[in-house]
């Protein structure tokens, strides 16, 4: 089990470049932990962002944000970041991180329903 707590949402313009945190409390080390980022816009069903492996040597992004935002991780630190960048209105959406034990292979990471542990979510908001 992992507690996951999200920060740093709000309202940014559009073109603004925001980093959200994640932070987790586990008695697991947390580098049993694929990482992932997703988020869930009003009226739409929650969808992949991005995810890191255990390391942050290898990361995945959904072709919506890929080359504007990276994942990251500290282990020491017990945290995973998402930098956005460029934003656009169409990535308002409330951003959840979570945490999944099955690894960082077939793209179960992609999955909600491959995590079993979320954090209650952070708001971001873009204007036009």
């Known amino acids: 089990q992992v507690e996951l707590v999200e920060t740093g949402g709000g309202l940014v313009q559009s073109g603004g470049s925001p980093r959200l945190s994640c932070a987790a409390s586990?008695?697991?080390?947390?580098?049993?932990?694929?990482l992932g980022w997703f988020r869930q816009a009003p009226g739409k069903e929650r969808e992949f962002v991005a995810a890191?492996?255990?390391?942050?040597?290898?990361?995945d992004y959904s072709d919506s944000v890929k080359g504007r935002f990276v994942i990251s991780r500290d282990n020491a630190e017990r945290t995973v970041h998402l930098q956005m960048n460029s934003l656009k209105p169409e990535d308002t959406a409330v951003y959840y991180c979570?945490?999944?034990?099955?690894?960082?292979?077939?793209?179960?990471?992609?999955?909600?329903?491959?995590?079993?542990?979320w954090g209650q979510g952070t708001q971001v908001t873009v204007s036009s």
């Open positions: 979570g945490a999944t034990t099955l690894g960082f292979m077939d793209n179960y990471y992609r999955g909600v329903s491959s995590y079993a542990n």
């Open positions: 586990t008695t697991k080390p947390f580098t049993v932990y694929v």
């Open positions: 890191t492996n255990w390391n942050g040597g290898a990361s």
